[in-house]
């Protein structure tokens, strides 16, 4: 008997999110003109949960309004 590596479907979700990155954005420059800047427009839609995502411990100071 095989067990399931849990590490293999979040694999399979990376892949996911990047198949689905890649539809949106062909989806988003059939809509443009062949010469528009948004053409230059890339972006990912990533699962938080899928990817191995750090948390960011250090604050940033804004100046005040």
Not at 28 to 52: E, F, I, N, T
Request: proline content about 8%; charged content about 30%; glycine content about 4%.
């Amino acid at each position: 008997m095989t067990e399931y590596d849990p590490e293999f479907g979040m694999g399979e979700e990376m892949f996911k999110d990047l198949a689905l990155s890649r539809e949106f954005v062909r989806e988003y420059h059939s809509k443009l003109s062949d010469d528009s800047p948004g053409r230059k427009l890339s972006v990912m839609v990533l699962q938080r949960s899928a990817w191995p995502f750090t948390i960011q411990k250090e604050s940033i100071d804004l100046p005040p309004n």
